[in-house]
Nanobody, 121 residues
């Protein structure tokens, strides 16, 4: 019912920048919070940043001051601007959103397919 498509991943050198985008499509009545998560080999998926419907943002301690999450409600898109990247930021980054697709059921979480971010030292 809702599709999330991420883009913008790739290879970057340490200290560099990268911007991820995630666009939602489908039968969307309302978008609540959206966020970015990441998972590296051997580790659990972890929260990177979230942004509420009023654009209030929260960040993991490890990315505070380096990453910025934002959203464009008109485009159903959330962004993650990543600066001063470190090798430990290397992971698959996933977009997640909480969407209301009808008025008879509560909002539901949907995930994107993930995009690889690799930071070389």
């Amino acid at each position: 019912q809702v599709q999330l498509v991420e883009s913008g991943g790739g290879l970057v050198q340490a200290g560099g920048s990268m911007r991820l985008s995630c666009t939602a499509s489908g039968s969307i009545l309302r978008i609540n919070a959206m966020g970015w998560y990441r998972q590296s080999p051997g580790n659990q998926r972890e929260l990177v940043a979230t942004i509420g419907s009023t654009s209030s943002a929260k960040y993991a301690d490890s990315v505070t001051g380096r990453f910025t999450i934002s959203r464009d409600n008109a485009k159903n898109t959330v962004y993650l601007q990543m600066n001063s990247l470190k090798p430990e930021d290397t992971a698959v980054y996933y977009c997640k959103g909480k969407f209301r697709t009808n008025w008879s059921t509560p909002p539901t979480d949907y995930w994107g397919q993930g995009t690889q971010v690799t930071v070389s030292s």
